[in-house]
């Protein structure tokens, strides 16, 4: 607790830091790592109150190598709305609102780095982001949801075809078999412009279901 200080961060860019974000860090990608799978210390989000009832949360930490890219550590336990609060703290930093405090130098000067514990709202719940360990989803991870039961709210997806006419996704419900699902979004499928679509999309369909059988073919196989 020794290190939850509550400080004035610095909330505004001077010419001379916007310069430097600018050309530093402006363009650098943003990577999202999950604690469990990247670091060697697994680490699970910390809550914690000061004696005025201020809430505390330690979710992720964050490390900027100029040069090379930001990379956010979600803890066990992160959620949708950390995620969220870590990028606008990246925002923040690629718009010169450099806060020295908050984003200690290392490395010689070669990079920052950032793990605060940050003001929350206890009151507010967010789903839980974990990693998806289906190497055959295209997703990193999913939202789950944690307040009562304990479920994952979304599909794992493999691939997809968008269009104005129709949707097809290649997904998986946890661990059933992978399934294609389709959505027919236009409003009217009449004419020549209608055969068309519904041509487009038996083959887009032919397509997945292709791929759906491969991807189940493979997991029968491995669990044989
Ligand atoms: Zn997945």
């Known amino acids: 607790m020794s290190d939850l200080t509550v400080f004035k961060p610095v909330t505004e860019a001077t010419d001379a830091s916007r310069t430097w974000a600018a050309s530093v860090l402006a363009d650098l990608p943003v990577v999202v790592k999950f604690c469990e799978a990247a670091c060697p210390d697994k680490k699970t989000v910390q809550t914690s109150a000061d004696a005025e009832g201020r809430h505390f949360r330690q979710a992720f930490h964050i490390g900027v190598k100029y040069g090379a890219h930001f990379a956010i550590h979600l803890y066990t336990g992160a959620t949708r709305t950390d995620l969220a609060v870590a990028k606008q703290m990246i925002t923040r930093l690629k718009n010169g609102i450099v806060c020295d405090r908050l984003w200690e130098e290392f490395n010689n000067g070669t990079g920052r780095y950032m793990n605060s514990w940050i003001p929350f709202d206890p ?63 236009c409003d009217q499928l009449e004419g020549v412009d209608g055969l ?14 292709g791929e759906c059988d491969r991807l189940n073919a493979i997991q029968v196989k491995e669990a044989a």
Do not use: M
């Open 123 to 185: 009151e507010q719940w967010s789903p839980e982001l974990r990693p998806c360990a289906d190497p055959n989803c295209v997703r990193d991870w999913h939202e789950w949801e944690t307040s009562g039961d304990i479920f994952k709210t979304e599909s794992c997806e493999n691939d997809a075809i968008r269009t104005d006419d129709y949707t097809i996704v290649l997904q998986r419900h946890d661990d059933d078999p992978w399934t294609v699902e389709s959505w027919l979004t």
């Open 196 to 209: 068309k679509a519904l041509r487009d999309w038996a083959n887009d369909f032919a397509y997945l279901q």
